[in-house]
C-alpha cells in the first residue's frame, strides 16, 4: 500500500494524531515502522475496551510494520496513575506475573503471534541504578507533570500525589527510548504519557515517536468508561452467550460506535445502519444483534456465535429457558435466598444480594421475588434466574 493510502488507513477512528505529515515521512523513509503499545498488566482479564487499541495495532502489524507489545510488568507495580483521582495501590511481584501470562494469551486473540515482539520492561527499566533514574528525571520538570489533568486536578483539591507517580510516565517513556519507537499507540487517557515520551527520546538523541490515541468506550452502562472496577465490561473470555447477552444490553446510541471501533463491518455498511436508525426505518435491536454477532464470532468462531444467538432468542425473546441450565444440588429442605446469591456468586455479598433482590431482579420459578428474608423451599425442582442471564435449576440431595 502506498504510504498516503496507508497515513489513511491507519488514522481512521483516531482521535489524537502527533503528527499525520511525520507518520507521512517516516513511513516514505523509513518503509517498516516500530509500532508500540505498552499494556501493564495491572489486572488478569482483558475487555472490549482493550481491544480497540489492539485492532489499531493490528491493522499496523497487517501492512507489514513491526509491532512491539511492552508488558509493563516493572511499571505496574507502580501503578499508571492515567484518570485516576487517587494513588494506585501498588502490586506483587506474583501478581504481576500471574497477569502477564494471561495477559499475552488474551492480546493474541487479536494480534499474530508470529509477527508480535513481546518484550518485558523490566528488561531496561529493572537494572536502572538510583544514579540512572536522577538523571531521567532531571530531563523533565515538576510544573511540566503537573500541566497534566488528573494531577492538576489532584494538587489543586489537595489530594496526594506521590514521587513514584511523577516517575511513571518517564519510565513509560524512557520503554519508547529502549526500543527505539517510531510510534506509539494508547487510549486518549494516555495522550499525556505518549507526549512525554516524544519529549524523553528527543534528549536521548532519538527521532520523537509519533503519538496515536484512540477512542475510551462505554460499558454495558452507556455512561462510564468500560473497566473491571465498574462492572460494565465485556471481557474476551466471556463465554458466548454471556458476550452475545451483554453486547444486547449496550444503550443504543452505542452501536454505531462499538460497529466502528470493534468490527470490520465496512464503513459503508455502518453509515447505511446509521441512516436508517437515524431515520427510524430499522429496529434498533436488528442492528444490535448483528453487532453482538460479529463480536462474538470474532472471539469464538461462527458456529459458537450463532449458537449464542439462538440460544438468545429463545430465551429473550420468546421466553423459553436455556437448553443448559447449571444443576444446583443442595442438602437442605429449604435455604435463605440472600445466602444462597452469596453461595451461588452471582452478588459478591450479602448487601448486593439483598439489592438485587429489592430491585426485582431475582425470580422463582418465574414469580418475582421482593422479599429479603425469603427462603426457598425445596419439595420440588425449582428454577431461580438472577439478573438477564444467570439460570439455575435447583434439586434437593
Known sequence: MQPEKQVEYLTRNVVDLVSREELLERIRTKGQLRVKLGVD?????????????????????????????????????????????????????????????????????ILDPEKTEVRFNSEWLGKMTFADVIKLAAKYTVAR???????????????????????????????????????????TDQ?????????????????????????????????????KSYGNYIAFND???????????????????????????PDEEIDRYEA??????????DVKMRLAFEITKFFHGEEEAKSAEEEFIRIFREKELPTDIPVVTLDKDEVELVELLVNLNVASSRSEARRLITQGGVRLDDEKILDIHAKIILDRERILKVGKRNFFKLKRS
Do not use: C, W
Open 239 to 265: 463465554p458466548p452467550l454471556e458476550m452475545y447477552g451483554k453486547l444486547m444490553s449496550i444503550p443504543d446510541e452505542l452501536i454505531i460506535k462499538y460497529m466502528r471501533l470493534l468490527t470490520k463491518i
Open 191 to 227: 495522550y499525556f504519557n505518549l507526549l512525554v515520551g516524544r519529549k524523553i527520546q528527543e534528549e536521548f538523541g532519538q527521532k520523537p515517536q509519533i503519538v496515536m490515541t484512540m477512542p475510551i468506550i462505554e460499558g454495558t452502562d452507556g455512561k462510564l468508561k468500560m473497566s
Open 145 to 187: 507533570m503537573l500541566e497534566r489533568d488528573d494531577f492538576a486536578k489532584r494538587y489543586a483539591s489537595n489530594e496526594p500525589i506521590s514521587i513514584s507517580e511523577f516517575l511513571y510516565p518517564l519510565a513509560q517513556a524512557y520503554d519508547s527510548v529502549a526500543i527505539q519507537a517510531d510510534v506509539e499507540l494508547g487510549g
Open 41 to 109: 498488566p495491572s489486572r488478569p482479564d482483558l475487555h472490549l475496551g482493550h481491544a480497540v487499541v489492539l485492532f489499531k495495532l493490528r491493522e499496523f502489524q497487517d501492512l507489514g510494520h513491526h509491532v512491539i507489545l511492552i508488558i509493563g510488568d516493572f511499571t505496574a507495580m507502580i501503578g499508571d496513575p492515567s484518570g485516576r483521582n487517587t494513588t494506585r495501590p501498588m502490586l506483587s511481584e506474583e501478581e504481576v506475573k500471574e497477569n502477564a501470562k494471561t495477559y499475552q494469551e488474551q492480546a493474541f486473540k
Open 276 to 285: 436508517l436508525m437515524n431515520s427510524k426505518s430499522i429496529n434498533p435491536r
